[in-house]
């Protein structure tokens, strides 16, 4: 169990490290990482500095606006 969370979160970090921010459609269509924000916990709990800004679009679906959570790595351990 603890060897899927690991690669979960070496997959985020090096996304985060490569283009700088991340997003939960991101996270699960290119990793299959569902609960992106745990991972982010566990990268903050590890000691790197992620900040994290709402995003507000319309759903392309519904027309309904929605709102999404974008994290962008501030600094690294």
């Known amino acids: 169990m603890k060897e899927k969370k690991n690669s979960q ?3 985020i970090l090096n ?12 996270a699960l269509r ?5 609960r992106l924000s745990a991972r982010i916990k566990d990268l903050r709990d590890d000691g790197f500095t992620i900040k994290t800004k709402r995003v507000e679009s319309r759903s ?5 606006f929605t709102s ?3 994290y962008f790595l501030v ?3």
Request: aromatic residues 16%; proline residues 3%; charged residues 15%.
């Open 60 to 64: 392309s679906l519904t027309g309904n």
């Open 30 to 34: 290119e990793y299959g990482v569902f």
């Open 75 to 77: 600094t690294e351990v």
């Open 68 to 70: 999404y959570a974008q």
């Open 9 to 11: 979160k070496h997959y």
């Open 15 to 26: 996304h985060l490290r490569k283009y700088g921010s991340i997003n939960p459609m991101t």
